[in-house]
Nanobody, 114 residues
Framework: QVQLVESGGGLVQPGGSLRLSCAAS????????IYWYRQAPGKEREYVAL???????KYADSVKGRFTISRDNAKNTVFLQMNSLKPEDTAVYYC????????WGQGTQVTVSS
């Protein structure tokens, strides 16, 4: 099955920005929905954003207006542009498709701290 690999995380100050990438080992053109999730230490994994094949997007209330999800089907990559980052955004971020419900990657660590 297609493997999704997250990258682009790092340490940023509050108010800063990061751009996360989710690179697929195969074509994503046939995958309708791709999600970003995140999990902070000691907390449950939570939904962040989703994007459809046609480009329709939805966001969790906690990130709405600050994060933007996009996809480049030709490059088999999904992106998450994160602006105005807050300490509460600190988490490991994962990309996910319901086509592979039991498969999770290693994620990429985002730390927002001064």
């Amino acid at each position: 099955q297609v493997q999704l690999v997250e990258s682009g995380g790092g340490l940023v100050q509050p108010g800063g920005s990061l751009r996360l990438s989710c690179a697929a080992s195969g074509s994503i053109s046939g995958i309708n929905l791709i999600y970003w999730y995140r999990q902070a230490p000691g907390k449950e994994r939570e939904y962040v954003a989703l994007i459809s094949r046609s480009g329709d997007t939805k966001y969790a209330d906690s990130v709405k207006g600050r994060f933007t999800i996009s996809r480049d089907n030709a490059k088999n990559t999904v992106f998450l542009q994160m602006n105005s980052l807050k300490p509460e955004d600190t988490a490991v971020y994962y990309c996910k498709t319901p086509l592979f419900p039991n498969t999770w990657g290693q994620g990429t660590q985002v730390t927002v701290s001064s």
